[in-house]
């Protein structure tokens, strides 16, 4: 399995997660949609009611690079994503995304940053 970023556009104007930043897109803030379901990806904790996973870091990491005040991410069952990204209904998304060509042929993707798989373990059948 391959995971990408999924970008299109960039910035718009709703609250979110505090982010430092002091370049040309400072004040605005970035809209990320994910599906907060696929940890250690990405996840969201209800007691603090905060997003977080790996997914969740690199893409606050890289606003807080851009110059990003902030992150809103935003709830998206992952059958809707790519959709709801074409809408623009969020700047880009982040959800352990598999690139393959019928979703390349959809969005624009950056470059993969992680190489997995899924794996079964079977063990011995006891009779």
Do not use: W
């Not at 851009?66 to 998304?93: C, H, P, R, T």
């Amino acid at each position: 399995m391959v995971f990408a970023a999924t970008v299109i556009g960039c910035g718009s104007g709703s609250p979110g997660s505090s982010v430092s930043g002091n370049t040309v897109n400072a004040g605005k803030v970035l809209k990320v949609g994910t599906d907060a379901n696929f940890p250690p990806y990405e996840y969201y904790q209800a007691q603090s009611k905060t997003h977080t996973g790996f997914d969740i870091d690199l893409i606050t990491a890289f606003a807080q690079h851009m110059g990003y005040d902030k992150v809103e991410f935003v709830n998206v069952e992952f059958s809707k994503i790519f959709e709801e990204l074409n809408a623009k209904q969020y700047d880009l998304a982040i959800a352990g995304i598999t690139v393959n060509s019928e979703r390349a042929a959809k969005v624009a993707f950056t470059d993969t940053y992680i190489k997995d798989g899924f794996k079964i373990i079977v063990g011995p059948i006891v009779k």
